[in-house]
């Protein structure tokens, strides 16, 4: 497959150059450049896997086109409400097609995986036509494994259209998911947490020693010195102030959230996930102080 596609990217860049070619000798080509797709790819939902996921990885009991080669490159002007945006993979809305369902809870983790992370508007999921979900991005760059958990989906078999809208062009990109919810099924997307280690020091009891007094031949009791050890200092983990539960990097936050990292207390301005407060271009993390 890598050989495949090597080949085909090889063949788009011929194609465009041979446009250019033309467009430098005579300038009698000018549609079929403004509409074709950008060569360098961009996104798709790998879990639960979407249809074109699903074509990729060989899962379809059919013969699923080109789409095969180009999973991530379902793109179309926005607001379409098909699974292929109204693209050249008209195959993805084929409905009669016996797509693979996955079993999934009412809780559902929709992972993504971005070859170019444009900047971006919303992220809009939808269940069988109807609008369930948006994140905004507020025109931000997201990360390359950026995922939405969607709560409270309906029970039964349902498709899920999602839509990435591109902040910066009138484009969108699409996926199609199909899934059979159950009340006890579980989130196939969950991610796995990053476990924090804790340090607690124990403090060690050092040994007193006490003299026993003893009189003298005048019958006067002479106590004799009594020596006294003092206990060593021992370092005990300081919890300070910091109330906020710790950030973490497979963590999703929303505006107004509120961490606590490196000994500051932070507060989210916006959705982000695996941005490190202090460490973001983005500044998405308000310092309320040291805590």
């Known amino acids: 497959m890598t050989s495949t596609t090597t080949n085909r990217s090889f063949a788009t860049r011929a194609r465009t150059a041979a446009i250019a070619l033309a467009l430098a000798v005579g300038g009698a080509i000018v549609a079929p450049v403004a509409l074709a797709p950008s060569a360098d790819a961009h996104g798709w939902i790998t879990s639960p896997p979407s249809r074109q996921d699903n074509c990729a990885q060989s899962r379809t009991s059919f013969d699923c086109g080109e789409i095969k080669y180009e999973p991530q490159s379902v793109e179309a002007p926005k607001g379409s409400m098909q699974c292929s945006g109204g693209s050249a993979y008209a195959i993805l809305d084929d409905n009669s097609k016996p797509w693979p369902r996955t079993p999934t809870g009412r809780d559902v983790t929709f992972q993504w995986k971005l070859t170019a992370n444009h900047a971006t508007s919303v992220w809009e999921y939808f269940v069988d036509g109807q609008l369930f979900a948006t994140y905004d991005q507020k025109g931000q760059q ?30 969108a990109f699409y996926n199609c998911v199909d899934i059979t919810v159950t009340a006890g099924g579980t989130d196939p997307g969950t991610p796995t947490p990053t476990p924090t280690a804790t340090a607690t020091a124990t403090a060690t009891p050092t040994a007193t020693a006490t003299a026993t007094p003893t009189a003298t031949a005048t019958a006067t009791p002479k106590p004799t010195a009594t020596a006294t050890a003092t206990p060593t200092a021992t370092a005990t983990s300081n919890p300070g102030t910091c109330t906020a539960p710790a950030w973490a990097a497979s963590g999703v936050y929303v505006g107004g959230d509120k961490v606590s990292h490196a000994g500051h207390q932070w507060q989210a301005k916006w959705w982000n996930t695996n941005d490190a407060p202090a460490a973001s271009q983005w500044g998405v993390w308000t310092d309320l102080g040291a805590c």
């Open 142 to 171: 997201p990360p390359k494994d950026i995922s939405h958990t969607v709560k409270g989906l309906p029970t039964g078999n349902h498709t899920i259209l999602a839509r990435w809208s591109v902040a910066d062009t009138p484009m």
